[in-house]
Protein backbone atom coordinates (compact mmCIF):
# COMPACT_ATOMS: atom_id res chain seq x y z
CA UNK A 1 0.00 0.00 0.00
CA UNK A 2 1.17 3.40 -1.10
CA UNK A 3 -0.94 6.70 0.16
CA UNK A 4 -0.27 9.29 -2.16
CA UNK A 5 -1.85 13.33 -2.01
CA UNK A 6 -3.16 14.00 -5.54
CA UNK A 7 -4.60 17.05 -5.02
CA UNK A 8 -4.48 19.66 -1.83
CA UNK A 9 -7.49 17.69 -0.98
CA UNK A 10 -7.22 14.34 -1.96
CA UNK A 11 -5.34 11.44 -1.24
CA UNK A 12 -5.38 8.32 -3.10
CA UNK A 13 -3.89 4.78 -2.06
CA UNK A 14 -2.54 2.91 -4.49
CA UNK A 15 -2.15 -1.48 -4.22
CA UNK A 16 1.34 -1.83 -5.81
CA UNK A 17 1.24 -5.64 -6.33
CA UNK A 18 -1.55 -4.33 -8.88
CA UNK A 19 0.22 -1.13 -9.69
CA UNK A 20 -3.11 0.44 -9.31
CA UNK A 21 -5.28 2.79 -7.23
CA UNK A 22 -7.47 0.94 -5.11
CA UNK A 23 -9.17 3.96 -3.56
CA UNK A 24 -9.71 7.48 -3.68
CA UNK A 25 -10.16 9.21 -0.25
CA UNK A 26 -11.71 12.66 0.39
CA UNK A 27 -13.10 14.85 2.80
CA UNK A 28 -10.86 17.62 4.20
CA UNK A 29 -12.04 21.08 3.79
CA UNK A 30 -8.64 23.02 3.15
CA UNK A 31 -4.68 21.99 2.17
CA UNK A 32 -3.61 18.29 3.46
CA UNK A 33 -0.82 19.07 5.47
CA UNK A 34 0.74 15.98 6.66
CA UNK A 35 0.06 12.19 6.10
CA UNK A 36 0.85 9.09 8.31
CA UNK A 37 0.83 5.64 8.75
CA UNK A 38 0.17 4.63 13.04
CA UNK A 39 2.83 2.83 14.37
CA UNK A 40 1.53 -0.43 14.69
CA UNK A 41 -0.07 -0.04 10.89
CA UNK A 42 -3.48 -0.50 11.64
CA UNK A 43 -4.74 3.63 10.55
CA UNK A 44 -3.95 5.99 8.42
CA UNK A 45 -3.68 9.39 9.49
CA UNK A 46 -4.01 13.05 7.65
CA UNK A 47 -3.92 16.58 9.23
CA UNK A 48 -5.34 19.66 7.05
CA UNK A 49 -5.50 23.43 7.44
CA UNK A 50 -8.85 22.91 8.38
CA UNK A 51 -8.01 22.14 11.56
CA UNK A 52 -9.33 18.40 11.60
CA UNK A 53 -7.57 15.20 11.19
CA UNK A 54 -8.92 12.06 9.84
CA UNK A 55 -8.46 8.24 9.70
CA UNK A 56 -8.72 5.28 8.22
CA UNK A 57 -8.65 1.68 9.17
CA UNK A 58 -5.74 0.48 6.86
CA UNK A 59 -7.65 -2.88 6.72
CA UNK A 60 -10.93 -1.01 5.94
CA UNK A 61 -9.79 2.57 4.16
CA UNK A 62 -13.20 3.34 2.95
CA UNK A 63 -14.12 4.08 6.34
CA UNK A 64 -12.85 7.44 6.78
CA UNK A 65 -13.61 9.85 9.52
CA UNK A 66 -12.72 13.35 10.39
CA UNK A 67 -11.55 13.67 14.15
CA UNK A 68 -11.67 17.07 15.83
Known amino acids: MLAVLV???T???WDL???AVSL???GHADT???LRRSPEGGH??????DNT???ALT?????????R
Not at 44 to 49: A, C, E, P, Y
Not at 59 to 67: F, H
Open 7 to 9: HAR
Open 11 to 13: LQV
Open 17 to 19: RRQ
Open 24 to 26: TLQ
Open 32 to 34: ITS
Open 44 to 49: LLSNSM
Open 53 to 55: GMA
Open 59 to 67: AALARWRVL
